[in-house]
């Protein structure tokens, strides 16, 4: 039994890390940007797909409840604090892997079908991610933190360790 879901666990990442690679050198054009500032802090939240957002905004998904997920590595987490409330999953390791365990993880954190917020250090890599899962698992609506968790610093909001 542990051969087979050991065996699904590295095939659902191989596809993930296959799809990340292929987005990160095709942007699709799936994302939208509801930014239309960088202060502003409204939020559509009827739109599907992957949103783009700024910090500003990202407070309002936290004061309406949306599961917000800090995809950095634990050196990452250890050095900057994260968001008040944010749950921990890396996606990727220093060297691009994807964390073999990260679909069964995901799935326990945020069901596909309710809105999720995605942040890393600068964007990018929750930029990928929100894709992924998006297209690969189902997710339907996914928001990335525009300039992740190093904007949210330089506006001087909290972090916890």
Do not use: H
């Not at 596809?15 to 690679?21: A, K, M, P, R, V």
């Not at 950095?72 to 604090?81: H, K, V, Y």
Request: a positive charge; one cysteine or more; charged letters at 20%.
């Amino acid at each position: 039994m542990k051969t087979k879901q050991l065996f699904a666990t590295t095939a659902t990442a191989v596809l993930l890390f296959t799809s990340s690679i292929t987005l990160t050198a095709c942007n699709t054009g799936n994302v939208s940007s509801d930014e239309s500032s960088d202060t502003s802090a409204t939020v559509d939240t009827n739109k599907t797909g992957v949103i783009n957002i700024s910090s500003a905004q990202l407070q309002t998904l936290l004061d309406k409840k949306v599961t917000l997920i800090d995809i950095r590595r634990p050196e990452e987490w250890a050095q900057t604090g994260v968001v008040a409330g944010s749950k921990k999953l890396t996606f990727f390791s220093s060297t691009g892997a994807i964390n073999p365990q990260l679909v069964p993880s995901l799935k326990r954190i945020a069901a596909a079908d309710k809105p999720v917020v995605l942040i890393c250090r600068t964007g990018n890599r929750s930029g990928v991610a929100a894709q992924m899962i998006t297209t690969q698992l189902g997710y339907k609506t996914v928001y990335n933190v525009k300039n992740g968790i190093t904007k949210w610093i330089a506006e001087g909001k909290k972090t916890i360790k």
